[in-house]
């Protein structure tokens, strides 16, 4: 099964929304590792178009990693070599736990803060995804 049948089986399991509207798509990531650390060069932009706080995601694949992680300007180092597939992955990781809605599967959703826990509401179908 290639990556994109993969993908189309996921779609098959969310109950609404199945055109893929549902999901949206991350740049490619500008990766390059060397002497120790690697640098994700258009951090920023893939912050952006997952429309979450970068140094939330920054602290967030510091601790999925086990590594140190710095912003620096619109690029994120990274402390270690890594390839960019394994970077990919993290985000991915990110995005199922504090972008796409448990319900539906929709990428419209917003990050709030409520009496100290941290809830993922979505805009598409109202969910309110509490974290623990
Ligand atoms: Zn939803």
Redesign the pocket.
Known sequence: MDYGEMLEKGMQEVP??TDDSGRFEVPDLEVESRSGSTRVGNFMDVAEAIGRDPEHLADFLSDDIGTATSLQGSELEISGEFRRENIRGRIDNYLERFVY??????P??VLTEEKEVRIVR??????R?VLD
Do not use: Y
Not at 122 to 127: D, K, V
């Open positions: 609404e929304n809605c448990d319900e539906c599967g929709s419209d959703t979505c805009q598409a179908c109202g969910a995804n």
